[in-house]
């Protein structure tokens, strides 16, 4: 595992329930500006079992970037901490729920 990954692992994990961040905010956060692709890619390898609470990273317009399964998937977990999702995708009060 590269030092990018486990900075990324230990920072999501204590992303708290019920907000969220980009995936820009997240690499900066964990110390790697400018890696949002990159942090993109690697929670997209992610196992599906994964504890990790990969779903609260949206992208910068605070929509969801995935697709089909993912998309729904996703959704469905950020509903299940009561935060609602628009018909496109976008999160309703996305700025308020930023984690800051």
């Not at 890619?41 to 990273?57: A, G, H, I, M, N």
């Not at 018909?87 to 309703?92: A, D, L, S, T």
């Amino acid at each position: 595992m590269t030092e990018f990954e486990i900075a990324l692992y230990h920072t999501l994990a204590v992303l708290p329930q019920g907000k969220l961040t980009t995936y820009g905010q997240l690499a900066k956060r964990c110390g790697y500006p400018n890696y949002a692709r990159h942090v993109g890619k690697t929670l997209s390898k992610l196992p599906k079992d994964s504890d990790l609470p990969w779903f609260r990273v949206v992208n910068s317009q605070g929509k969801i970037s995935l697709k089909g399964d993912a998309f729904l998937r996703q959704k469905n977990n950020l509903s299940k901490e009561n935060i609602e999702i628009n018909e496109n995708g976008k999160v309703v009060n996305f700025r308020h729920l930023l984690w800051e």
